[in-house]
């Protein structure tokens, strides 16, 4: 689920489907509407989490911390995590409150995974044996090389054909910090973002998410590859089961790594669209995606929403403890 690269708790990037180059799923021949099926029905599954990811990145934060301690036994600060997020948002908007956004997300979701599919059957590639120690050190680099290109053409298309809906679901999300009804169906929003902001208005944070997926490919698989091959033994009888949770582990450090993208990118889709979570004091207005990354790291936050269970308050912010 592309549209996503979506994000799943810890900034993990949640794959689109069937496991292809650097970790990464792929549909295979055939079965495409299975997959938009099943990527529709997870897309549903993890929206809550999502939703409320996506109000920790903008800034949102309407209950108190608590006092609590850490391994050491000191007091320290903690944010709310989901769950009691969560049950913030059933309490003000019920529990359909949780789905705001949905729609315009499973139809990116959609979008993405036909993208995917189509493109891989206009640009066919090889299927390529795993890479051994036993290939010649270029030619094992070529068939990464060359899978990852495929892969990055997929990921890069897919991208910004859903990008719009991106956009839409995004904005339907943070109206929850103001209580707005600016965007509402998909269609008037179209219509009011195209009339407010022109084209341009649908692929604003589109940049820093392709970026981030580029980075993140070309880094996973690359690692993957050199461990793959330099580090797990062909004759060893579980190799082919190791590298494929070489390809996993490599994923999920990989996308922390990253994750930056994806919050900048998130961020300039939601910032100054005359809501209230894209305008001051919740953030300023930005003019380039640049500028916000320059902002979010001169204020250590960078990684703010990457994480939903222990959320501790930032050295940054200043609460009394008794």
């Known amino acids: 689920m592309a549209a996503a690269a979506a994000a799943l708790p810890g900034g993990l990037r949640a794959p689109p489907a069937g496991l292809g180059a650097g970790g990464r799923l792929e549909p295979a021949e055939g079965s495409e509407c299975l997959f938009v099926v099943l990527g529709a029905g997870f897309t549903a599954l993890s929206h809550p989490l999502l939703y409320v990811k996506l109000l920790i990145q903008v800034g949102h934060e309407p209950l108190p911390p608590t006092i609590g301690r850490n391994v050491l036994g000191r007091k320290v600060l903690y944010?709310?995590?989901?769950?009691?997020?969560?049950?913030?948002?059933?309490?003000?908007?019920?529990?359909?409150?949780?789905?705001?956004?949905?729609?315009?997300?499973?139809?990116?979701?959609?979008?993405?995974?036909?993208?995917?599919?189509?493109?891989?059957?206009?640009?066919?590639?090889?299927?390529?044996?795993?890479?051994?120690?036993?290939?010649?050190?270029?030619?094992?680099?070529?068939?990464?090389?060359?899978?990852?290109?495929?892969?990055?053409?997929?990921?890069?298309?897919?991208?910004?054909?859903?990008?719009?809906?991106?956009?839409?679901?995004?904005?339907?999300?943070?109206?929850f910090v103001g209580r707005e009804v600016k965007y509402s169906g998909v269609f008037s929003s179209i219509g009011r973002i195209f009339k407010e902001e022109g084209i341009l208005g649908f692929f604003v944070g589109l940049v820093p998410h392709i970026l981030g997926d580029v980075v993140f490919l070309w880094c996973c698989?690359?690692?993957?590859?050199?461990?793959?091959?330099?580090?797990?033994?062909?004759?060893?009888?579980?190799?082919?089961?190791?590298?494929?949770?070489?390809?996993?582990?490599?994923?999920?450090a990989v996308s922390m790594l990253t994750y930056p993208f994806l919050l900048v990118g998130d961020l300039m889709a939601v910032n100054?669209?005359?809501?209230?979570?894209?305008?001051?004091?919740?953030?300023?207005?930005?003019?380039?995606?640049?500028?916000?990354?320059?902002?979010?790291?001169?204020?250590?936050?960078?990684?703010?929403?990457?994480?939903?269970?222990?959320?501790?308050?930032?050295?940054?912010?200043?609460?009394?403890?008794?």
């Not at 100054?272 to 001051?280: D, K, W, Y």
């Not at 001169?298 to 939903?308: E, H, P, T």
Request: glycine content about 6%.
């Open 272 to 322: 100054n669209c005359g809501l209230h979570a894209g305008l001051p004091p919740y953030s300023p207005v930005f003019t380039s995606w640049v500028q916000c990354w320059r902002h979010l790291s001169a204020q250590g936050q960078l990684f703010r929403g990457s994480s939903l269970l222990f959320r501790r308050v930032s050295a940054a912010a200043r609460f009394p403890i008794d």
């Open 79 to 175: 944010l709310p995590g989901f769950f009691t997020y969560a049950r913030h948002i059933v309490e003000v908007d019920g529990k359909m409150g949780l789905f705001r956004g949905l729609a315009p997300r499973i139809l990116s979701s959609t979008l993405s995974t036909v993208t995917r599919g189509t493109v891989k059957k206009v640009f066919p590639v090889e299927d390529m044996e795993h890479v051994s120690n036993k290939d010649d050190v270029k030619t094992s680099l070529r068939k990464v090389v060359k899978e990852t290109s495929h892969e990055m053409l997929m990921q890069c298309m897919s991208r910004v054909i859903s990008h719009p809906l991106h956009v839409i679901s995004m904005r339907c999300m943070v109206q």
């Open 221 to 252: 698989n690359i690692l993957a590859h050199f461990i793959n091959t330099y580090a797990v033994d062909d004759n060893f009888s579980q190799a082919s089961v190791i590298r494929s949770y070489t390809k996993f582990v490599m994923g999920i």
